[in-house]
């Protein structure tokens, strides 16, 4: 437990501020999910490894936490604003399976990828097609004052409501860049919040609405959730970068609509207190593409040999309002640290734990605190923790509790993972654990033996067979694939 307070950047206001829930002792936080028509990436998954140490450091702080992650499986176009094909749509199409095939797919996949990331499941998923009803009855609610029909679809008219754009700090009207092809809105930012089935056309999605047959558009479906599981205003809406600029910026307007309430000078009128979002990961060489050969998910570093978890370790290295640049050697290295932190951990284990308050512990705990609280800064929360782990002047039970408590707020997982975890077969290896511990054991007896010419030889022969023989790796890696 943590009374200190809480700061974190408000992408509304841009400025950093001091967390009060909207209600006393609680959090409600809202992540927009992810669109299930393929395999996430893993800069998508930066997204939630984001907003699982979001939600980590208000339980931490003694907050009753409800975290809702929604899974889109309608409406999200191939562009964020209104052009394009459903993406739903079209990978079923490519694919000849129908939609909810497809979402079945790919939702469990993200979950395992989720899993695998040590990222808390939310106390909610909330799937878009199970809510329907409830954004037709949104949408209805502020048809008449708010949107106007066309051919294509019932469009919101963002000069309806005040400071449209305020989180992008986007100029409105005929001064923003937003190509418009949709003919006959009235601002080339409006946007749909249903969407016609084209007349002759049937799609494997689609309801009757009072507009016509068709589907909802992308951004109906989050204030429609988070209005429902959390109501409105909550504490904290989350989601990448770029939802700054289109999807959140429209479900701000549809959420002061809905509240028929006026300017954003007032933050709970956009319907969440405080509007986070995490930096891009990138990639210079176009590999974070879905649509990329070889794209950069979860399962390739794993395949490649990496622990996912190494993964997790580097996004905790960046802050998350930093943009975050992907390399293997720089995932090595995270996983190199992460290794180091594990086998400190590993010591710590056969002890039991001392709980409960002590007064001022340790110097690196209260850096810890520190930083986590000046807008999560894991960075330097990251370096406390190894701080922790090295020091010697504490009792190693109240250590213990020490380090549970930082790992449960960074979900390393340190205090499970062993040392072997972290040893993870390539996929592309084809000799056994068995048969190079098997040689090993060979080598180490011709050793003892001042056998070198047959000790040389084994390592030759497990070199030829990708395996690096590490002696006295300070480690203790020993080897590796
Ligand atoms: P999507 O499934 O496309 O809706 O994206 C899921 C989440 O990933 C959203 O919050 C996006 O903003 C976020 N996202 C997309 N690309 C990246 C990236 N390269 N780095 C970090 N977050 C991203
Ligand atoms: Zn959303």
Known sequence: MNDQPIKLFNSLTREVEEFQPVHPGEARVYTCGPTVYNYPHIGNMRAYVFADILGRTLRWHGLDLTHVINITDVGHLTDDADEGEDKMERMAAQRAQSIWEIAAHYTAAFKADVAALNIREPAEWTVATDYIEPMLEFAKSIADKHCYELESGLYFDVSTVADYGRLARAVTGDGEGRIDTVAGKRNAADFAIWRKTPAGETRQMEWDSPWGKGAPGWHLECSVMSEAKLGFPFDIHTGGIDHREIHHPNEIAQNQARCDCGSLNEASHSGARIWMHNNFLVERSGKMSKSSGEFLRLQLLIDKGFHPLA???????????????????????????????????????????????????????????????DDLNTPLALTAFEDALGTKKLDLGIKRHVIEQMDTVLGLGLMELRRQDLRVRPKAATITEAEIEAALASRKQARTAKDFAASDAIRDGLTAAGVEVMDGDPLGWDWKV
């Open 311 to 373: 993964y997790r370790m580097m996004c905790l290295q960046a802050h998350y309002r930093s943009e975050l640049e992907f390399s293997w050697d720089g995932l090595r290295a995270a996983l190199v640290r992460l290794k180091r932190m594990v086998m400190q951990a590993e010591r710590l284990r056969d002890g039991a734990a001392t709980p409960g308050d002590h007064p001022k512990l340790s110097d690196p705990q209260d850096a810890f605190a520190a930083a986590m609280g």
